[in-house]
């Protein structure tokens, strides 16, 4: 069955250095989203992309962030200075049209240190 | 403004028994509906969803949810809770293309 895939699992970092996480989404998918979860609290939007640009950005998704679907497979979400409150499992998903529902990604836990 | 409620915070059921997990949303035209299941350290898994048409949908591992216009809610059933079943589960709105607006969560904790 196919599936949303994220790499790495687990990434820890240091405050301020820049971070990208990867995701490769369902390949006949058009839609595709990253959200984050802080521990402890709930799965909060961060942004939509579509036809090879953002869709829909929440207030969370400042100038530190920024998204890329730079092959056609794969998308990226960079956090070019990290700070601690970064620190959160993020969610990849992707869906096929509008009348779909989304599937996500196993996550990728980012510690902020 | 669009919201998710979701009241119960943590559940505690015995193994065997029913269970219904409550939600009930805020959104302006007919949204659509699902529900999400966190086992601890993995992602989100979809149960279930409402798009359109019958209002009792079913989802996987034995999961139903019911969707009542009237009442602005999509409470998830279960008639018989199996250990593997304790996780947190999240209900979900959205539009047809964009943003999903999330639950709080309700974590359940199932009983032997």
């Known amino acids: 069955e196919p599936e949303v895939t994220q790499t790495p699992s687990h990434q820890v970092t240091q405050m301020g250095q820049e971070v990208i996480l990867r995701c490769v989404p369902i390949s006949n998918h058009l839609y595709f989203y990253w959200y984050r979860q802080i521990l402890g609290q709930k799965v909060e939007f961060l942004v939509s992309f579509y036809n090879n640009e953002i869709s829909e950005k929440s207030e969370i998704f400042d100038d530190q962030f920024s998204v890329e679907r730079p092959d056609g497979s794969n998308f990226t979400l960079k956090i070019r200075s990290t700070k601690l409150e970064d620190s959160a499992m993020y969610f990849c998903a992707s869906k096929q049209g509008l009348n779909t529902e989304a599937f996500f990604g196993q996550g990728t836990r980012l510690t902020v240190v | 403004a669009q919201s998710v409620t979701q009241p119960d915070i943590h559940i505690t059921v015995s193994e065997g028994a029913s269970l219904e997990l409550r939600c009930n949303y805020s959104y302006g035209a007919t949204p659509y509906l699902f529900w999400y299941v966190q086992s601890p350290g993995q992602g989100l898994q979809l149960l279930l969803k409402?798009?359109?048409?019958?209002?009792l949908v079913q989802g996987i591992k034995g999961f139903e949810a019911e969707f009542k216009r009237s009442q602005s809610s999509f409470n998830l059933r279960k008639p018989s809770v199996h250990w593997s079943d304790a996780a947190e589960y999240f209900c979900?709105?959205?539009?047809?293309?964009?943003?999903?607006?999330f639950g709080t969560g309700t974590r359940l904790k199932v009983l032997a």
């Open positions: 979900a709105v959205g539009p047809r293309a964009y943003k999903y607006i």
């Open positions: 409402y798009f359109s048409g019958d209002t």
